[in-house]
């Protein structure tokens, strides 16, 4: 069974999602926000190797733990996934310097999910689903045999996210989330960039931004 620790920090409360495979140890982190060193420590304090970092999209609160997480790993080479639609954003702070924030970049994507559609943690695949709308190159990771979606700032619980920030697109988000959510088994998991984790087929019924 896939193994998944949710830890949301910073002033957003953005989630930071470690998991791992536990037949060998090896792991991963979703949009490691704020705390590296933490999530660093919590890796280790389940016995599991960290390996790769990778971002759902390139708003800094999504990558602002990203320095601190190489440090501690001692890994300023660790693999960063990000689709490339979105490295410009990446490269300029993520959006946050006209916010007062200005966090370390931490390593240089390597993979870029605009080519690379499928990720693998040990015995898991994850799908790369593009998910443009709240920003170009936003994406989602569907693992099937988990019935698991991490959905960044696409959906949340009856919520969906912005598109006001620059790059945003309301008819793109709502097509997205047609076209690879609501697509999903109804019983699939959600975990959100923020807030509680929800499941495909409610917000399918109840979500009051976009309905199927």
Same mark, same amino acid.
């Given at each position: 069974m896939l193994e998944?620790?949710?830890?949301?920090?910073?002033?957003?409360?953005?989630?930071?999602?470690?998991?791992a495979d536990p037949a060998s140890g090896e792991a991963a982190v979703i949009d490691p926000a704020w705390d590296g060193a933490g999530l660093a420590d919590a890796a280790a304090g389940s016995g599991w190797t960290l390996l790769q970092a990778w971002y759902t999209h390139a708003h800094f609160? !999504?990558?602002? %733990?990203?320095?601190?997480?190489?440090?501690?790993?001692g890994r300023q080479d660790l693999p960063v996934a990000l689709h490339f639609a979105d490295l410009q954003l990446w490269q300029s702070g993520g959006g946050?310097?006209?916010?007062?924030?200005d966090p370390p970049p931490g390593p240089t994507p390597s993979i870029d999910l605009a080519v690379t559609r499928e990720l693998?943690?040990?015995?898991?695949?994850?799908?790369?689903? !593009?998910?443009? %709308?709240?920003?170009?190159?936003?994406?989602?990771?569907?693992?099937?045999a988990a019935g698991v979606l991490f959905s960044g700032d696409l959906i949340f619980q009856a919520g969906v996210g912005r598109t006001d920030l620059p790059g945003g697109d309301w008819d793109a988000l709502v097509a997205s989330i047609l076209r690879e959510?609501?697509?999903?088994p109804e019983g699939t998991r959600i975990l959100p960039g923020h807030g509680p984790e929800t499941r495909v087929g409610l917000e399918m019924r109840t979500n009051p931004w976009v309905r199927a």
């Open positions: 998944i620790l949710s830890l949301p920090s910073g002033p957003l409360s953005t989630n930071a999602y470690l998991l609160d !999504h990558f602002a %733990g990203a320095a601190g997480l190489a440090e501690a790993l946050g310097r006209g916010l007062g924030y693998r943690l040990g015995g898991f695949t994850f799908q790369v689903r !593009h998910t443009p %709308g709240h920003t170009p190159g936003s994406c989602i990771f569907h693992c099937a959510v609501f697509s999903l």
